[in-house]
């Protein structure tokens, strides 16, 4: 909470060092989409660099920078560079653990509209990004798709892409930004003139964490995640056993018989081929409270292997540059 009045507060706010034509001084900082990161980072952790788009009008307090930049392509080109691996590596081998200006300012800019519409189309999710997204457009944005035709991803994806920020312009099941986050790696790794073995080497060296929640990450046939073992994801898909306090959830075979029981994981991953689980969930999220919803899991369940992904991305990009 503010410990000042709203006047004090609004003053306090840094401004920009430009000044539009006809202003007196330059807009408050949060008058400005900001790309933001996490201050404080360990090398031994999933990621150390851990990042997003601010919408405008948020503030915020030490523990995470922000920075302003005045044109908002530039901001989601950085944006996109610092979703990638190399990237992520670049900062662990400066040997610090506190990610301010002073690094920040070393980092490359790299300009490539397929990097910069899956930016787009990872941090865009609500309406309170619809100038950025407008303000990003590029028609060519629907020229693009996806490296992988896996079914769990929409293949019509950046084809239905609009000028005007839609609900269906975010990418919103766990598996398509997955991939987009895939694909970024990729694309920034070429733009910095990796090679493929390199970025290889770099995911298994230096994120070991990473790896081992990938191994044990399970997707349903919708791309959702049905389990995961990742610490950062805690409460996401079902727990590896059913507990006692556990919610029943309701269980449709593909012959159409169901049961209502709590399950957990380790019953899960042998259901048949075309079962459903649907499991209520106690969302506490939003505004008015929480709200009881249902999630439903499709069988099969199945890994991903990054290291196959990264392949099938590099072929794909190398190709179509």
Request: proline share 6%.
């Amino acid at each position: 909470r503010r410990a000042c009045d709203t006047a004090t507060y609004a003053a306090r706010i840094p401004r920009v060092p430009w000044i539009d034509e006809g202003a007196i001084e330059g807009k408050p900082v949060t008058a400005f989409y900001r790309f933001v990161n996490r201050r404080m980072f360990g090398v031994s952790a999933e990621r150390s660099l851990i990042s997003t788009v601010f919408p405008a009008g948020a503030a915020h307090i030490h523990p995470v920078l922000s920075t302003t930049f005045r044109d908002v392509g530039v901001l989601v080109e950085f944006s996109a560079a610092c979703h990638s691996l190399p990237l992520d590596v670049f900062l662990r081998a400066t040997g610090k653990s506190d990610l301010y200006e002073s690094t920040l300012r070393n980092f490359p800019l790299l300009s490539d509209s397929r990097m910069r519409s899956r930016s787009l189309s990872l941090n865009c999710l609500t309406t309170h990004y619809a100038d950025l997204w407008r303000g990003c457009w590029q028609d060519d944005f629907r020229d693009d798709r996806f490296a992988s035709s896996d079914p769990r991803l929409p293949a019509d994806f950046f084809a239905r892409l609009t000028p005007e920020w839609q609900r269906h312009c975010a990418l919103r099941s766990d598996y398509a930004r997955r991939q987009a986050l895939v694909e970024i790696d990729v694309l920034a790794s070429l733009a910095l003139g990796l090679t493929l073995d390199e970025l290889l080497t770099l995911y298994r060296v230096q994120f070991p964490v990473m790896r081992q929640y990938e191994a044990d990450t399970w997707y349903d046939a919708h791309g959702r995640i049905v389990f995961t073992a990742s610490k950062g994801l805690v409460g996401v898909g079902l727990p590896r056993k059913a507990g006692k306090r556990d919610a029943p959830c309701e269980i449709v075979y593909p012959d159409g018989k169901s049961q209502s029981r709590a399950l957990g994981w380790e019953d899960a991953r042998t259901l048949p081929l075309g079962t459903r689980i649907r499991r209520p969930l106690r969302d506490d999220t939003l505004p008015g409270g929480p709200v009881q919803r249902t999630l439903e899991y499709v069988a099969p369940f199945v890994l991903a292997d990054r290291e196959a992904d990264y392949r099938l991305a590099w072929a794909h990009f190398s190709e179509s540059s």
